[in-house]
């Protein structure tokens, strides 16, 4: 099969976001475009931020998209083409949705016959709309918010469990591992970055606690790209009471977020990841150090227990001398997705490409309960989050029983 192959030969994955103006028809000069797609390489393009506060993460999702074109070209290019050639063209949004915007358009320009990114929901919205207006397909490998899935847009799909199943699955997670280790939990305070992102989270996470029973507040928030400490806000968790601390965001930020739990003590049982950027990656262990035990995440997670994946990562750990994180696997999936729908319409046209990406099957690197398939809204109907614990420094899937490698350990507390 296609996709084995593709695994096989390495891949990693791809980032593009796209954004600008709204709807309408395709912009003048599509034509021209359509036309450089039938000639040369078929252009991926991967848009993601490889500089700024999230830098390390677009650029592991770039080397991850680079890999996965290198996979392609090894296994024999795109054969219903003639074994035309794949050709990664990369754009960095800076992380800034409107620098994302006008490199999403570049790339669209430059004759790329499908977009992945982006890493940032706020990035992933504007080139969302860029994705519509130019009739392009846009495979998100990495963005959390809903909003873009409720737009009937035709063009937008996404690999990773959006911010709602995320956050439904942590809080289901929590109420059953807590009560399984006696402790059953009674009041959570949220801390989250106050982007779509995070308040997404924030906002879901709350509606399903609330089903299951779970109090949740105070709900705070703050500036991912400006906080440099988060001492005061885990003194207000402290006051509050909570016995379980939920937070949502980036790397940076949520580092911040457990040396500030580490120093202030206050009473908990858990620290909870929600879509959290930090909490799963073995970076955060190194980082951390002891601070990282036994903290919890909820999010999407490479398959630890897939052989093709751990080929994969040691591939990139060999060629870049860093583990490979989850965010350049999903962008593998993406690529691999844009890829075989090429191979599958025989085609570079876009619309023939969008309608082989709505009809995938694809087998995923990262966890999910089967292939990768769309729903109508561009959701991945299989996507599955997964329950991830800091365990004598190694980061370990625990929950659901079929995806665990080991228990959870709900035993440690945060006290003064």
Known sequence: MWARK????????????????????????????????????????ALHPVSGANAVDGQQMRRGAQLAVEAVNAAGGIRSLGGRKVELTTGDTQGKAEVGQSEAQRLI?????????????????????VAERNRVPFVMDVTASDAIFANGYRYSFRVQPGSAAIAGAAARYLKEVSERAGKPVRKVAFLHEQTDFGSGAAEAFTAAAKKLGIQVGPNISY???TVSDLTAQVTQVKASGADVLAVAGYYRDSLLAAKAVAAVKPDLNAVWGVSNGAYDQP???????????????TNYHFDAKNPQTAKLREEYQRRFGAPMRTGAVLAYDAVQVIAQAVERAGSTDAEKVRDAIASSS???????TGPISFAPNGDNEAALPVLMQVQDGEVKQV???????SQPNYSVTWRS
Request: hydrophobic share 45%; charged share 15%; glycine share 16%.
């Open 362 to 368: 694809v087998a995923p690197l990262t966890v999910g």
């Open 283 to 297: 970076k955060f262990v190194s980082d951390a150090g002891p601070v990282a035990e036994r903290i919890f995440s």
């Open 109 to 129: 320009s430059e004759g790329a016959v499908g977009l992945v990114g982006t890493y940032q929901s706020a990035v992933s919205t504007n080139a969302a709309v």
């Open 6 to 45: 593709l695994a096989a030969g390495l891949g990693a994955c791809a980032v593009l976001a796209a954004a600008a103006g709204c709807g309408g028809s395709a912009p003048s000069g599509a034509a021209g475009v359509a036309a450089g797609r039938d000639r040369g390489p078929v252009k991926i393009g």
């Open 399 to 405: 929950y659901p029983a079929e995806k665990a490698e």
């Open 223 to 225: 500036d991912a790209l």
